[in-house]
């Protein structure tokens, strides 16, 4: 399900599965001022970059009351020619809206559903993911609400789940809660895995059925992200490399080209691809490029 309705899974190409366009924490500190992506023009042309590079599609992971702008994202992807796929559900506490704590199950449960089935913000977009976020090291109980809410809309809808691991923790407690709530691990992506730093952890979690997500590529240049590197081919050689997705959840001006940052949205597709083909091979590199988003974005069981 993209900005423009449902399309063949054969179509989105090369994916990155947890970016964001434009976003904005609503909360004034200042420590949040470079999380803000407001310039349409900025975020068009990083977007370009990625289209040039090879990209095919972006799946924004920016939730409800985070700064979401499905009009620009739809703008965004037809000038650019990128497909993109929007995001329901929530973040992590920090980032919850007031007004979580005030409705209850039903009427969170009833505004999820709203906009999986009539679109997100009037705008008639619907989303092909389902956002949720824990915090460092803990679940706080307005989270585990939020667990429940996700895996709930996921059954009643077949949209996947996303989530978001501060810092990579609580991953396994997030999907042993899933699984108890009758979610398939398959329909499950667990993102920034790869900050906890742990080639077996990254294991533990596709052990278990999960897709996990590389995305804090790029922020060791010098070191031509080694650390990473060496993740994924430990996951290669256990035997896990069609559970492994890579992106850069770029959410931040000093990340992006077009904002005078860097490494940008083409740095997976040119300099990261190329550290990476010395180990593994061109196939396997598709695999987590393009093949496992498809499955995980179309659903994992061919009856949806
Ligand atoms: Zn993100």
């Not at 739809?74 to 559900?89: D, F, K, L, N, Y």
């Amino acid at each position: 399900m993209t900005v423009d309705g449902l399309v063949e899974g054969s179509t989105l190409g090369i994916t990155y599965v947890h970016e964001h366009l434009m976003v904005k924490p609503q909360s004034d500190e200042p420590r949040f001022a470079d999380y803000t992506l407001q310039d349409e023009e900025a975020s068009t042309r990083e977007t370009d970059s990625f289209r040039a590079a090879g990209g095919g599609t972006i799946v924004e992971m920016t939730p409800l009351y985070y700064g979401r702008n499905i009009e620009a994202y739809r703008r965004i992807a037809h000038r650019t020619g990128v497909t993109v796929i929007c995001c329901t559900g929530f973040h992590k506490q920090e980032f919850l809206p007031p007004w979580f704590k005030e409705k209850n199950d039903t009427e969170l449960y009833e505004l999820l559903l709203d906009e999986i089935t009539n679109g997100m913000d009037g705008t008639g977009v619907r989303p092909g993911v389902i956002k949720l976020g824990t915090s460092l090291n803990e679940i706080t109980p307005d989270e585990e609400r939020s667990i429940r809410l996700a895996a709930r809309a996921h059954q009643e809808t077949g949209i996947p789940i996303s989530s978001h691991c501060d810092k990579g923790t609580m991953g396994m407690e997030q999907l042993k809660r899933l699984e108890n709530l009758g979610v398939d691990p398959a329909d499950v992506l667990l993102c920034h895995i790869d900050s906890k730093l742990d080639s077996a952890y990254a294991i533990e979690l596709c052990r278990e059925g999960a897709s996990i997500c590389i995305d804090h590529v790029g922020r060791e240049l010098a070191d031509h992200d080694k650390t990473r590197v060496k993740m994924i081919l430990a996951l290669l050689e256990a035997g896990y490399i069609d559970h492994v997705t890579l992106s850069g959840d770029m959410g931040k001006v000093n990340y992006l080209k077009a904002y005078g940052g860097k490494p940008g949205f083409s740095y997976i597709l040119t300099d990261l691809k190329q550290e990476l083909l010395r180990s593994i091979t061109q196939k396997e590199f598709f695999q987590i490029m393009v093949e496992n988003p498809r499955r995980i974005f179309t659903g994992h069981s061919e009856a949806r």
